[in-house]
C-alpha cells in the first residue's frame, strides 16, 4: 500500500509567481485602451479619413503609373468630388426642402386620418389600451419630426467635430494621398525586418478592403435612392424624392436600414389607401430583393465578406460606442479586425 503520510507531507503549496514585466505590460494595455476611448472622437475622425484615402488611392496611383503627377491627380479628384457635391445638392435641396416643408405642413392631416382610423377600430376591439398606446406614439411621431432633421444635423456635427474639423479631415485626405508611399515607408522603417514585409501585405490588404467597401457602399447607396425615388413617383406616391433620399441614407446602416427606410413610405401611403400602401409595399419588397440578390453579392460581397451575424453584432457594438456614426463604421472596421484576426491566426499556426 502506499504511504498516504508520505504523499501528503510531500505536497507542498504552490506559488504564483507574475513577473514584474508582465504586470507593466498589463498597465500599458489598461492605460491605453482608457487612452483611445478617450480620443475616439479623434480616432473616428481619422478613420474615416483613412477610408476616403483608401477610397481615391487606386486612382492616384492609377495616374502615376502614367507619368500623371500625384498632386495633379489629387487636385482633380477634389474638383470633381466637390463638383458633384455641388451639382447634388443644387438640383435635389431646393426640391428636397419644398417637399419637407409640405409634409411638416400635412403631418396633422396624416395624424388625423390615424386618429379616425384608430377611433373606427376602437368600436370593434375591447383593447382600448393598446389602441390608446398606438395613437399616443403616432402622435408623438408628428411632433418628433419637426426636430427629426435638425437632430440628424446636430449628430453630424458632433461626430466631425464641427467645421474646424472637417478641414482638417479635408486637409489630411489631401496630404495622404500626395504622401501615401512616403508615409507607408516611413511607418515600415520601425518595424523589424522579418515583420517588415507582412506589416506591408496587411496593410495594403486593409485598404483595399476600405476602399472598395467605400465605394461599394456609395454605388449601392446612389443606386437604391434612384430605384426607389424613381418607382414611387411613376406610381403617383408623394414626397418620392424625399423618400428616395431616405432609402439611399439609410443604406449605409445594413440590415435594419432598408426596414426604417420604409417605415414613413408606408405611414404615408395608408393614409392615401390601402391599395397605394400595397403598391409601396411591393416596391420596396422588390427592391430589397433585387439588393440581396443581385446588388450585395456583386458589388458588397467581394469588398467585405463578412458573416451577417458578425454584422448585426458589429452594428450593436457600433451603436453603443459612438451612435449614428459608430453604425455607419461597424462593416468597415469588422472588416479589418477580420484581416488583423485571420492574419494573426495565420501566424500562430505555423509558430
Known amino acids: 500500500m502506499p504511504n498516504n503520510k508520505s504523499q501528503i507531507t510531500n505536497k507542498r503549496p504552490q506559488k504564483i509567481e507574475?513577473?514584474?514585466?508582465?504586470?507593466?505590460?498589463?498597465?500599458?494595455?489598461?492605460?491605453?485602451?482608457?487612452?483611445?476611448?478617450?480620443?475616439?472622437s479623434v480616432l473616428l475622425l481619422?478613420?474615416?479619413?483613412?477610408?476616403?484615402?483608401?477610397?481615391?488611392?487606386?486612382?492616384?496611383?492609377?495616374?502615376?503609373?502614367?507619368?500623371?503627377?500625384?498632386v495633379v491627380s489629387t487636385i482633380l479628384i477634389f474638383i470633381l468630388l466637390f463638383g458633384f457635391i455641388f451639382l447634388l445638392g443644387y438640383l435635389i435641396i431646393p426640391p428636397l426642402v419644398n417637399q419637407a416643408i409640405d409634409l411638416a405642413n400635412k403631418i396633422p392631416q396624416y395624424t388625423s386620418h390615424y386618429n379616425l382610423s384608430f377611433e373606427t377600430v376602437k368600436q370593434f376591439t375591447l383593447k382600448t389600451n393598446l389602441?390608446?398606446?398606438?395613437?399616443?406614439?403616432?402622435?408623438?411621431?408628428?411632433?418628433?419630426?419637426?426636430?427629426a432633421s435638425s437632430t440628424i444635423f446636430s449628430t453630424l456635427a458632433i461626430a466631425f467635430g464641427g467645421i474646424a474639423s472637417f478641414i482638417i479631415a479635408i486637409a489630411l485626405t489631401f496630404y495622404l494621398l500626395l504622401t501615401k508611399n512616403q508615409i507607408a515607408e516611413g511607418i515600415l522603417s520601425y518595424i523589424p525586418k522579418k515583420r517588415k514585409e507582412l506589416?506591408?501585405?496587411?496593410?495594403?490588404?486593409?485598404?483595399?478592403?476600405?476602399?472598395a467597401w467605400a465605394r461599394g457602399q456609395f454605388i449601392l447607396c446612389l443606386t437604391i435612392g434612384l430605384v426607389i425615388g424613381i418607382a414611387l413617383k411613376i406610381f403617383g406616391m408623394p414626397?418620392?424624392?424625399?423618400?428616395?433620399?431616405?432609402?439611399?441614407?439609410?443604406?449605409?446602416?445594413?440590415?435594419?436600414?432598408?426596414?426604417?427606410?420604409a417605415i414613413p413610405a408606408l405611414a404615408i401611403a395608408f393614409t392615401i389607401s390601402p391599395w397605394k400602401a400595397l403598391i409601396v409595399?411591393?416596391?420596396?419588397?422588390?427592391?430589397?430583393?433585387?439588393?440581396?440578390?443581385?446588388?450585395v453579392p456583386t458589388i458588397m460581397k467581394r469588398a467585405v465578406?463578412?458573416?451577417?451575424?458578425?454584422?448585426?453584432i458589429a452594428i450593436l457594438v457600433g451603436a453603443?460606442?459612438?451612435?449614428?456614426?459608430?453604425?455607419?463604421?461597424?462593416?468597415?472596421?469588422?472588416?479589418?479586425?477580420?484581416?488583423?484576426?485571420r492574419v494573426w491566426k495565420e501566424q500562430t499556426i505555423e509558430k
Open 18 to 40: 507574475i513577473a514584474t514585466s508582465t504586470i507593466l505590460k498589463a498597465l500599458g494595455i489598461i492605460l491605453a485602451l482608457i487612452l483611445l476611448w478617450y480620443l475616439k
Open 46 to 70: 481619422l478613420f474615416i479619413v483613412l477610408i476616403v484615402v483608401a477610397s481615391f488611392a487606386p486612382i492616384v496611383d492609377f495616374g502615376q503609373k502614367y507619368k500623371i503627377p500625384r
Open 131 to 147: 389602441i390608446e398606446t398606438i395613437k399616443d406614439n403616432f402622435s408623438n411621431i408628428s411632433k418628433n419630426l419637426a426636430s
Open 199 to 211: 506589416v506591408r501585405k496587411v496593410g495594403g490588404e486593409i485598404l483595399l478592403k476600405l476602399g
Open 239 to 261: 414626397f418620392a424624392l424625399m423618400l428616395g433620399v431616405l432609402a439611399g441614407l439609410m443604406e449605409f446602416i445594413p440590415t435594419v436600414g432598408p426596414i426604417i427606410a
Open 281 to 295: 409595399l411591393i416596391i420596396y419588397l422588390a427592391v430589397q430583393q433585387l439588393e440581396n440578390n443581385l446588388l
Open 305 to 312: 465578406g463578412i458573416n451577417p451575424a458578425i454584422i448585426i
Open 320 to 341: 453603443e460606442l459612438a451612435g449614428i456614426l459608430g453604425i455607419i463604421l461597424a462593416v468597415p472596421t469588422a472588416a479589418v479586425l477580420s484581416i488583423i484576426f
